[in-house]
């Protein structure tokens, strides 16, 4: 299994991104795909996840300006983010995961978003 993450960029406080992240590869149900994201010195952090039949959550510094939404024909996850500040600069990596196997625990290169003030 391989993700491939994309989107990413430089945009002004106030803007919007959208990352894609592709997953190759067979993967199992049930499962949780997501994105976390890690800024300089901290460490990685959820941003949103969404399971294979559609359930969401956020950490509650993104709710009301991010959604994370996916297409499971494509196996793809998406994330939305409106409202960017300069906070959410990090590295977004995107995820999927088997919710009870450990093992189970795929993740994405990474892709640099940077919000300027």
């Not at 299994?1 to 149900?29: D, F, W």
């Not at 196996?75 to 088997?98: G, I, R």
Request: hydrophobic share 30%; net charge positive.
């Amino acid at each position: 299994v391989q993700l491939q993450a994309s989107g990413g960029g430089l945009v002004q406080a106030g803007g919007s991104l959208r990352l894609s992240c592709v997953v190759s590869g067979r993967i199992g149900s049930p499962n949780v795909m997501g994105w976390y994201r890690q800024a300089p010195g901290k460490q990685r952090d959820l941003v949103a996840t969404i399971t294979n039949g559609g359930t969401t959550n956020y950490a509650d510094s993104v709710k009301g300006r991010f959604a994370i939404s996916r297409d499971n024909v494509k196996t793809t996850v998406y994330l939305q983010m409106n409202s960017l500040k300069p906070e959410d600069t990090a590295v977004y990596y995107c995820n999927a995961k088997h919710p009870y196997i450990p093992s189970y625990n795929y993740w994405g290169q990474g892709t640099q978003v940077t919000v300027s003030s």
